[in-house]
């Protein structure tokens, strides 16, 4: 079945060490996104990703970092220059606009992580 | 300045009974869309339904309806026949262009969280 990946699903961190979330997608999309939530705060965007080897930044992308070096991967870094790292992180795809697609996000099962 | 607002944190609501979930929106752009996603406890986001903005007619998909009121910037969600199952947050979002067309993104506001009593 096709879908999307987020591993691991919940994470535990200490203070001042990096952390990577894999999303993995085989939809063959060729759109990524990471959203960030927290409670009250709806989802805010991070980064995204149109094509291979090219990504921007979102809303809220300082502390974090992000590579597409493969259509299906978007791996996350959640650096130590992130001040509130604790927070459900989700991962999304999407086909591109104009395909005869409304634009639709699909998203994986999400991302915990806890830093203690 | 939000681009999407929800002004109800929370609704409750009966079970059988309708209920409307509100969603005022900002942009300058001519085409856009918007999207209604839930979330249960388990926390997945579940896509329910779209409504472009240069369709005349509100948007359906079984319980689910959209009032678009595109003079209003409004895009409300109209869940008819409410269930147990229905209780979770509801997230109203708008997909965005840049300037040239070819980046977009989706913006999402900060949710309801729907209760449903049996």
């Known amino acids: 079945d096709g879908g999307i990946t987020q591993s691991p699903k919940y994470l535990f961190r200490k203070e001042g060490q990096n952390v990577t979330l894999s999303c993995e997608q085989n939809l063959n999309h060729d759109a990524m996104y990471w959203y960030r939530q927290d409670p009250g705060q709806g989802l805010r965007l991070i980064y995204y990703s149109q094509i291979v080897n090219d990504f921007q930044k979102g809303d809220i992308a300082e502390g974090y970092s992000v590579s597409r070096e493969k259509k299906e991967s978007f791996p996350l870094t959640v650096t130590s220059a992130q001040k509130n790292p604790t927070a459900f992180y989700l991962c999304a795809s999407i086909e591109r606009w104009g395909t005869g697609t409304i634009g639709e996000l699909f998203f994986g099962e999400g991302s915990r992580l806890t830093v203690l | 300045a939000q681009k999407i607002t929800q002004t109800q944190p929370g609704m409750f609501v009966q079970e059988k009974e309708a209920v409307t979930l509100d969603c005022t929106y900002d942009?300058?752009?001519?085409?856009?869309?918007l999207f209604w996603y839930k979330q249960p406890s388990s926390g997945e986001m579940i896509f329910l339904i779209y409504q472009g903005s240069y369709d005349e007619q509100n948007a359906t998909e079984g319980r689910y309806s959209l009032n678009f009121q595109k003079a209003r910037k409004s895009a409300n969600l109209v869940i008819s026949a409410s269930q147990l199952g229905d209780s979770a947050m509801y997230f109203c979002a708008m997909r965005e262009t840049n300037s040239g067309g070819s980046n977009y993104k989706l913006t999402f506001g900060k949710g309801t969280l729907l209760t449903v009593n049996p």
């Open positions: 942009t300058s752009d001519q085409s856009y869309g």
